[in-house]
């Protein structure tokens, strides 16, 4: 496994530079292909990036975007990574991209798990993926301890599963290993030197114990303090 590790100064410059990444490959992607796919997690860190992103000048029209992963709550909901995209990312110029639902309303994610999944296959493989990490060495919603876990990392996983972890709150389903890893780009942002000494820590660990490795091989890895 290798990956390249990118530092900045601080997390503005990182910002403004992996947006800036993004849109170029995005740009090169589109130029091979008349629609694609960039698929990002929730969570607080990738929020400035997505500022930055929604911006830039580029055919969002012809852009598909999708979460990693998704918390099992209404679209409309506090804690919903949906909401979060909607809020920062598809608007501006941004606004014209289409949004790939990764839920819908039903009790438990396995309702309508295939029919999430059947939307999902035509927008497939990823063209940019960006990804985060906790400091469990988690990535999307593939948790150590997770009751899904070995199966979303094998090589013939499908293209969702649903998961629960200890800790990790309400149902979630996610993207698996095979998705995220065959994605045609592939990035992962972290902020804090307690993220960078557990993407060390990470090495040589199965991607059991450290799901994040499952992903690693030829991604960048953007760190800012």
Known sequence: ??????EYAD????SLALADRIAGELRGALARAERVTMAVPGGTSPGPVFDDLCEVELDWDRVDVMLTDERWVPEDHERSNTRLLRERL???????ARLLPMFLPCQEPEERLEELAEIIRPNLPLSVVLLGMGTDMHTASL????????????SSAPILMPMRAPGAGEPRVTLT?????GALSKHLLIFGDEK?????????????????NAILDEAEVHWAP
């Open 11 to 14: 997390r503005e410059m990182l």
């Open 196 to 212: 960078r000494a557990a993407l060390e820590a990470a090495k040589g660990k199965s991607a059991e114990e450290a799901p994040v």
């Open 143 to 154: 948790f150590p301890g997770a009751d899904n876990l070995a199966a979303a990392l094998e």
């Open 177 to 181: 290993a095979p998705v995220l890893g």
């Open 1 to 6: 496994m290798s990956y390249s590790f990118n």
């Open 90 to 96: 598809t608007v501006g110029k941004a606004a014209a």
